[in-house]
């Protein structure tokens, strides 16, 4: 016990001693100071030039001179309060290594009260562990008591937050966690209040927390709001989940988040929101979904996928900035995220229909551009952003929907319609006709080209069909990037005219040779 007393006074005194007085001008320190140094250059403890730098001491600096150096009862006169002030010409600042020193002494005097308010921390700390354990405060004053000292710690926060901002966000996150975890105590430890105003309190500690960090602009301090309110469920669950109420909880608490990035411009938070509510969701999903819950499940997860790819783009549609990877990434994630968590809910009752899904995102996403294309016209990455996740789950479409030959024929002509589109658009989408292309190429030489010879008919067989397709749409698609050429004079669109062509001739050699071997 004595050493905890004993901490608790050294960072007292600390605190004290090394604070920055307020009562003291610039100008009495400064004189002090430099009638302090006069006296250790004359004791020869240090010399004018290691106190200044050699050659750089300052025009009427202190004098070595003993006449002039003045002694150390006229240092305890000049600061006895019981004398009348003098005025007494101030030497100037140094301005070189003096300058240095100074700042240097200002430097270590924040971190030793730094260290003279955790030696506080410390020693409060285990003076209630002790009396803790000692029963000396009950469960009750237990709770009330971390309620006082977290807010407390906020309280030090707003004061520090004046002279030292840095340390303030360390009060004021300390004092936030030391509220949700006095209500916690109160709810899952002691039984002293239910879970309905367990929830609302942690409710209302997250609002607060929001609120300071508007204040202080430290999106630190949101991020202590976000874990404390993703936590909050997980820290009052009990065996019985209100599933309705939980998913509406994460909902609203995914828009506050989103709408605090948004007016902060804190980008980090939307991905640290996005992977709170995979987690949240993802452990309500594996632990008490059934197929009772279907229809229920698939309207919050299309209702989370809506509002984290509308902040995606509200960043942008109100202003200048364009968007990054970062932002396709989350769009990307979120997209493939959705589609295959309904695809996997929806499959076993309504497998015949699962291609309106994708197609569904599809339709989602090329409104989605074309929004961007009349809002922003010159942010071309909110158009290309939407259209590329189009052209993305249009090309799921098929295989989900389709089987066989029709998958291969299926993103031959969406590759062709969509060098269409960029043609009456003449946009550089155009680009996007190649890797759809490429992959029906891929299909058709890995899967399509066997025929069984039982029923074959030389010319009239479906692979000959698909290869004919597949020459009809690289002559178009290279006519396209021909067009293109023509207009912007772009090397690089003749060139992929040329491959497109050669696509075309190497598939009818490879077509009759088929043929004929068959």
């Known amino acids: ?76 006169q000049s600061v006895s309060p019981l004398t009348t002030p003098q005025s007494v010409p101030v030497a100037p600042a140094p301005v070189a290594k003096g300058a240095a020193t100074a700042t240097e002494f200002a430097f270590n005097t924040k971190w030793l009260m730094l260290a003279g308010i955790i030696a506080i921390l410390f020693g409060v700390g285990f003076f209630i562990k002790y009396s803790f354990d000692n029963n000396l405060i009950g469960e009750t004053g237990r709770v009330i008591l971390g309620l006082i000292i977290g807010l407390g710690f906020v309280g030090a926060g707003e004061w520090f937050y004046r002279k030292y901002p840095k340390y303030a966000f360390f009060l004021t996150g300390g004092g936030i966690a030391i509220l949700y975890l006095s209500l916690y105590s109160a709810f899952g430890f002691y039984q002293m209040i239910d879970q309905l105003t367990a929830f609302l309190g942690m409710i209302l500690i997250t609002l607060f927390s929001v609120v300071l960090s508007v204040r202080y602009n430290s999106i630190a301090i949101a991020g202590i709001a976000l874990l404390g309110g993703f936590l909050t469920p997980v820290l009052v669950s009990s065996s019985t989940v209100n599933d309705i109420g939980l998913l509406t909880y994460i909902a609203l608490l995914d828009l506050g988040l989103l709408a605090l990035a948004f007016f902060r411009n804190w980008k980090q938070l939307v991905w640290g929101t996005a992977v709170g509510t ?40 109100f202003n200048d900035k364009k968007p990054t990877n970062g932002d396709f990434g989350l769009m990307l994630f979120t997209g493939l995220l959705y589609m295959s968590a309904s695809y996997g809910i929806l499959y076993a009752d309504y497998s015949a229909y699962i291609g309106l899904l994708p197609l569904f995102l599809t339709a989602v996403y090329t409104v989605i ?44 002509v969406e590759a062709g319609v969509m060098a269409w589109v960029a043609h009456l658009l003449r946009s550089r989408i155009v680009s996007y006709s190649i890797p759809i292309f490429a992959l029906g190429l891929f299909r058709l030489f890995a899967f399509d080209t066997y025929l069984s010879k039982e029923n074959f008919f030389l010319i009239f067989n479906e692979r000959f069909v698909v290869f004919a397709v597949a020459i009809l749409l690289a002559i178009f698609v290279a006519y396209i990037f021909h067009t293109f050429y023509l207009s912007t004079k772009i090397r690089e669109d003749l060139h992929k005219a040329a491959s497109f062509m050669a696509i075309a001739n190497i598939l009818v050699i490879c077509a009759g040779m088929f043929e004929i071997v068959d």
């Open 278 to 317: 995979l987690l949240l969701v993802g452990s309500w999903f594996f632990g008490s979904y059934d197929t009772s819950k279907l229809f229920m499940t698939e309207f919050y997860f299309t209702l989370y996928w809506a509002i984290f790819t509308a902040s995606t783009l509200v960043f942008y549609y």
């Open 1 to 76: 016990m004595e050493y905890l007393l004993f901490l608790a006074v050294v960072g007292i005194v600390g605190y004290l001693v090394f604070r920055s007085p307020k009562h003291v001008g610039s100008a009495d320190s400064g004189l002090v100071a430099n009638r302090l140094a006069s006296l250790l250059i004359q004791k020869g403890i240090i010399t004018k030039d290691e106190l200044y730098g050699a050659g750089s001491a300052p025009a009427g600096a202190l004098s070595s001179d003993p006449e002039l150096v003045p002694t150390t009862d006229d240092i305890y």
């Open 369 to 412: 551009a074309l929004i961007g294309s009349n809002a922003k016209k010159e942010t071309k990455e909110l158009v290309y952003l939407p259209v590329g996740m189009a052209v993305l789950f249009l090309t799921l479409v098929f295989p989900i929907q389709f089987d066989g030959y029709w998958i291969t024929i299926a993103w031959f």
